[in-house]
């Protein structure tokens, strides 16, 4: 469990804040504004670059917590440049990190209660929420966040998205 989740989480906002930093780079060579990043969209029903940065974040130190028996600190969701999204993609890691691995390892079949926005709930398991919810929405708004880089004109590649080789 540990390794399906903080060992999936955390590389991976790292690689966000790395596509982020390519941004950054891209607009210091005047090719774009980087202020008219973070509100961008890749359709007017999606969320913003800020936001599938947030939610991304959200997803991943919501599971993180539940599977660590922990409460997740609120996820920021205020606009924000660049500099501030890269800021929040790092207390986010630094969050994960910081939990326990003992509890997260026994999580797999223990139940763990997911509360949306709304305020519903939804009960899984450690495993389906990881495997079936909070790893698929993670990616979604991860990999959204990349198209809409590469939409404005950032120089991306998969291997931007992808990040080092690891080992596990």
């Given at each position: 469990m540990v390794q399906a989740s903080v060992e999936v989480f955390v590389p991976y906002l790292h690689n966000l804040s790395g596509l982020l930093d390519r941004a950054t780079a891209h607009a210091a060579t005047g090719a774009l504004d980087p202020a008219t990043l973070p509100p961008m969209r890749l359709a007017s029903d999606m969320f913003n670059l800020t936001r599938q940065v947030c939610e991304a974040n959200r997803h991943a130190t919501i599971a993180s917590a539940l599977l660590?028996?922990?409460?997740?600190?609120?996820t920021e969701e205020s606009d924000a440049d660049l500099a501030e999204l890269q800021a929040r993609i790092g207390r986010a890691i630094a969050f994960i990190e910081s939990l326990p691995r003992e509890p997260i390892a026994a999580s797999a079949e223990?139940?763990?209660?997911?509360?949306?926005?709304?305020?519903?709930?939804?009960?899984?398991?450690?495993?389906?929420?990881l495997l079936t919810f909070s790893l698929p929405q993670f990616f979604f708004h991860v990999t959204t966040a990349y198209d809409i880089l590469r939409h404005a004109g950032v120089p991306l590649v998969k291997a931007d998205y992808l990040g080092p080789p690891r080992s596990i």
């Open positions: 660590a028996g922990q409460v997740a600190p609120a223990r139940e763990v209660v997911f509360t949306f926005r709304s305020g519903a709930t939804r009960a899984f398991t450690g495993r389906s929420l």
